[in-house]
């Protein structure tokens, strides 16, 4: 298993110091926009590809030509594409940071699930030969034995151990555990 993540962990601080500049950023960003709904981000009017220039240019010539509407007033217009374009980049640059967090978390999980998965295995047929081990695989063995289990309904079934090998492939999307009997 190649391991591209996890040689190196950020301390809790580290990540604390992180939210929080993220957090502060966040709070000093919000005088200059809003948080929509998913309903009213639907309802936007969208901008057609090279419409920033023609924004400029009606402003433009609204402007020389008196063009004055009350409730669509030429600077407002032009602050609006201001505002949005001066945005941009940090959209840019967060986006790549969501996906750089995205990509990680998913990395570290898929990593760490195929390692404990292939340690579970080695553990289970230690079992044998060592009762305590079997008695604190337990709630791991109830945790494999359902497809769906989450980690708070993962409990003994109180069944025996008929299950001679336990295999496990991992993927970043899913895992897939397959089972052989004796």
């Known amino acids: 298993m190649q391991n591209r993540v996890g040689s190196q962990v950020p301390t809790e601080a580290q990540v604390q110091a992180w939210i929080t500049t993220l957090q502060t950023l966040r709070t ?7 948080k929509l709904s998913a309903d009213d981000r639907q ?13 400029t240019l009606i402003g433009t010539l609204a402007t020389k030509y008196g063009i004055a509407l009350a409730d669509m007033p030429v600077a407002g217009m032009i602050s609006d594409l201001t505002l949005a374009q001066r945005l941009q980049p940090l959209l840019s ?5 969501a996906e750089f967090c ?5 990395c570290g999980m898929s990593e760490a699930w195929q390692a404990a998965t292939g340690n579970y295995s080695v553990l289970r047929r230690l079992t044998g030969a060592n009762p305590s081990l079997q008695t604190e695989l337990k709630p791991v063995k109830a945790f494999f034995a359902r497809r769906h289990a989450t980690a708070d309904t993962a409990v003994d079934d109180g069944t025996t151990d008929d299950v001679a090998d336990t295999t496990a492939t991992a993927t970043p999307a899913a895992t897939t555990a397959t089972t052989t009997t004796k």
Do not use: Q
């Open 28 to 34: 000093e960003m919000g005088a200059y926009g809003i």
């Open 43 to 55: 309802r936007l009017a969208k901008m057609r590809s090279g419409g920033e220039a023609m924004v």
């Open 93 to 97: 640059e967060t986006t790549l940071l």
């Open 102 to 106: 995205r990509d990680t978390i998913g």
